[in-house]
Each structure stands twice: as structure tokens, then as C-alpha cells.
């Protein structure tokens, strides 16, 4: 079936269309750059399509963050008109939508660096596209630096790196051949004026030049979400358009969303409101209402999963908080920590940007302007600021690192420290998983195709010497992602109470890992005995996160068929059976 290819006028990629594919045609590697909301995600592909990439091999297409994923290969498919995961699909860690006759195939970089392992040269594409590159995720830099690798073996093989414009250069380099860099294409993204309007925490409520108060009357720092609702009736008083909130996490956005419900109904111009949170966990369908702006006014509560990887349509005013979580490793303590930091410039300048698309814009940040000038001006990448355990099992399972010396010598865009190395190497030494000479271990190769830290790993390997495999992959899911269990706010103390007295049926005294499987046991007999949307109530009303228990059982499913083929078997589960603690009366 021929694909009838065409692009939005207005976007300002479609303008450069003719630079970027004969770039693309030209040259082995091109890098372009453009402000977020440009159409750079969207409107590539459909070039490679034009250009015939498709004929000789698949366009490899990916992205950070399974959403991104997702919503991507939807949009594309609907451009195309074409049912996804026919001529257009994805693959994220759990689900997947491709054919045979798929040309286009949406995919998070961890799926990428899978099929690395049974696909070396990578030869059934075409060429790569990695997305949103300049957030220099640690999948981002191994696949940058394996391709930088790869290419003189594949001379055929097109690689496109989309980055917003943070420091395109350092990848042009990356990438020189001959003394010259690499190709960068700019692409200007955004179409209108947008003001900065600095909302510290430091000044009473309602700030700004025209109030009457002096310098000597601001209040103590006010809360954030206070300061939120603040922002939010200020805009209120601008011309009607949507507003985007950026925040650091999940509760903070629940925090915010119940204060803002309350907020809205006292302020006659936000009658109407729309209060609508995004971020990854949120279901499919929660997700495209974000997507479908309808006739009333909307405020969007999100994670940084807004800030480069989607584009929200609609955007006319931007409230950026100013934080977000992120991951950092402690050589002192050897622990992966989760804090949250101020952005650097680079991320407020894209959470700025997020408006301005449809008209002129106006962005508050809820901090100073010298806050911000004495921000750093990029996020440090994350090789930078991880354990690299996990990566350097990874390069040993794919051939291409035995040890330190070999990972020192790998074409990272930016290498990572020495220590840092060294701390992963041992780590890995001390869990059997690679030899003291150097070189990966058969522990290490089960270890390898397991998606999970290695020290969770190497419990499950161990559990399946000893017959308790399934009670440690349920342990191992719970220590993966978020705990399943809702804690209210102590400003709402009878929920607050109500929650913790629930949830203390699952404690068992000797063990936090025992209160882990008592939950696990009785999610599976609540979800045997309910419906669907009974099990769902039974969730909201007993404080758990329907969607953390679902991706606690999906990465438990997932973990059960990977161990089949590395010989680790699942004997019945032993654990005591779940009883009931007595509630006093």
C-alpha cells in the first residue's frame, strides 16, 4: 500500500523540509536541533518514509519514556492515516503494536539496547533516529557511543539524533568524520513572543510591580502549591488559554490537583476549569484527554515527561516550579539516591518554551531571576551521576567491555569518572557476575537479560537455587517501582489515619519483606474474587495505587517468562498464607 505523505504547514519543521532530507540523503550522520513543539518528532519519519529509507530496512525510532513511546507512533499512524501497528507501530517494555509490514517502529531506547545483544550490526535497519537526545539518559550515551562504533561496519546505516537546542555541538563531534563534524540542521520552534514573569516563594501572594506592599512586608516562603493557586489565579485574569504546570513528582501533582479543585470554584473566570494531571503511570485513557483539548479551559499537571518529550497542544501559559527528581549515585554511600534538585537553565528554558506555540505566552517561574541565573546552565548527563553497574554489564553481556580499561576506552559522548567505574566493576565482581580478570561470568550473562538492577537480579538468580524464585520476583517487583501503598497527606489527618490503620493488616513484625507478600497475596485474591471496576474501587478505597499494583504484577509477569529460559524455575509460592490482623473495636 502506497503511504500518502504529507506535513502541517505550520509546523516549523515542515518549512526546512527540503534542507533536512537532502541533509539526511548527503550524509551518514545529521543532527537537528530545534526548540521543543517544533515537529521535529513527528515529521522526520514520515521524510525518511519520502526519502525511501523504508525499502532497505526498518526506521528505528526512539524515545526516553514509554509514553513518548506510545503517543508518538499514534500521532504518526493518524498523519498517515494508517491503522497502528500496521505501516507504523511501537514497542515499549510491556506491550507492543508492530507487523510485518511495519516501516516505522517507535521504541524506548532500553528496547533498542535489547536488541543489540541478539543483533549486533542492527541489520534489520535502515537507520536510527534518537529522540531527544540532549537528556542524556544513560541508555542515550551507550547507544551514541555503540553507534559511533558501529558505523564504519555499516556504512548504509543512516543515523538522525534529534536533540532540542542544548549543546548540539558536543554531539556533532561526537560523530566527526574526517576532521569535520557532523551536519547540524536548527530549526526554529517557537512562533511567538513568551514572558518571563519570577513569582518567588519569598513574596506575598498575588505579587507583582503593581502591588501595594514594600519589600519589608513579604510574607515567610508560602507554600508551593499555595504559590501554584496564586499563579493560577493570575493568569486567570489574561486572555482565556490552557496552562501547563510542571512538578517535581506523582504527589505532588495529587497534592496540587485537590488544592486547585478548591481553588477554581472560588474564582467566578476559572468556572468550568479542567484539572488534568501526566505523567507515565497514568492510564491510556487519562493520557489522550490531555491530548483532546476541548471547550473549556484546562490546567495540566505534569512531570517532566511534558518538557521535551511531548508536546501539549494548546499551551498559552506555562507554571514551572522550578524542581524535579533526579537520579543521583553517592560514592560515599554507594546508594542511587532520588532527590529533588533545581533545574538548570537548559530545562527551564524548555519548560518556557512549552507556550508561545499559539499565541503569545506568558511563563511564571516560581523563583527569583538570580535563582535562575545561578542555576548551571545544563543538567549534568546522567553517565555522570548513575551506578554503572548495570551499564557495565550490559557492554561485557554485548562483547564489548571485559572490564574497567575497556569501558574507559568506550567512545562515550562524555566519559564518566574513573571512581565511578571502578565502584560499578566492583560491584559486579562481588555479585559473581564478572570474573576477577575481567570478562562476563555465566551468572552475569542470567544477570544481563534480567530488567532489573544486578543486585536485584543476583537475588533472583540465588532464589532460584534455592526454590523461592517467586516469592523474590514479587520482592524484586515491589523494590522496582514505587510502593503501591497511598499515605495521605498529614494535613488530612482522618484519611491519613484511615490509611495507615489499612494498611497495617499486611505488617508483619519481623520482616518488611513478609508485609510485601502479604499485600501481593491479597491484591491476587481481591482481583480473583472482583470485577474489574469493583477491584478498582476496592484500590481507591483501601489507599493503593491501582496502576503501581498492575505494574508490579506486569514486571512480575515479565520476570517469570525471562527466567524459563535462563533455567530458574518457579515452585509454588511457600510464603504463609495472608491473615487478616485484627482490627480493634
Known sequence: MALTISYPALLPVSERREDIMAAIAANQVTIIAGETGSGKTTQIPKMCLELGLAETGLIGHTQPRRLAARTVAERIAEELDVELGAEVGYQVRFTGATSRSTKVKLMTDGILLAEIQHDRKLKKYSTIIIDEAHERSLNIDFILGYLRRLLPERPDLKVIITSATIDPERFAEHFAADGKPAPIIEVSGRTFPVEIRYRPLNQPAGGGSGDDETDDELEEDRDPVDAVCDAVEELSREAPGDILIFFSGEREIRDAADALRSSVQRVPRLANTE??????????????????????????????????????????????????????????????????????????????????????????????????????????????????????????????????????????????????????????????????????????????????????GRMIVEAGARGCAKEVMVLTAALTIQDPRERPSKDDAARAQKAAELHKRFVDENSDFTGYLNLWRYVQEKQKELSSSAFRRLCKNEFLNYLRIREWQDLFTQLRQIAKPLGITLAPARWTRWRMTKRST
Open 275 to 456: 484539572i488534568l494531571p501526566l505523567y507515565a503511570r497514568l492510564s491510556l485513557a487519562d493520557q489522550h484527554k490531555v491530548f483532546n483539548p476541548g471547550k473549556h479551559r484546562r490546567i495540566i499537571l505534569a512531570t517532566n515527561v511534558a518538557e521535551t518529550s511531548l508536546t501539549v497542544p494548546g499551551i498559552k501559559y506555562v507554571i514551572d516550579t522550578g524542581t524535579a527528581r533526579i537520579s543521583r549515585y553517592s560514592h560515599r554511600t554507594k546508594v542511587q539516591r532520588l532527590p529533588i534538585e533545581r533545574i538548570s537553565q537548559a530545562s527551564a528554558n524548555q519548560r518556557s518554551g512549552r507556550c508561545g506555540r499559539v499565541s503569545d505566552g506568558i511563563a511564571i517561574r516560581l523563583y527569583s531571576q538570580e535563582d535562575f541565573e545561578s542555576r548551571p546552565e545544563f543538567t549534568d548527563p546522567e553517565i555522570l551521576r548513575t551506578n554503572l553497574a548495570a551499564v557495565i554489564l550490559q557492554m561485557a553481556a554485548m562483547g564489548v567491555a571485559k572490564g574497567p580499561k575497556d569501558v574507559a576506552d568506550f567512545p562515550f559522548v562524555q566519559p564518566p569518572d574513573s571512581k565511578a567505574i571502578n565502584d560499578g566493576a566492583t560491584l559486579l565482581k562481588e555479585l559473581g557476575a564478572l570474573q576477577p580478570a575481567g570478562g562476563i561470568t555465566p551468572v552475569g550473562r542470567k544477570l544481563s537479560q534480567l530488567p532489573v538492577d544486578p543486585r536485584l
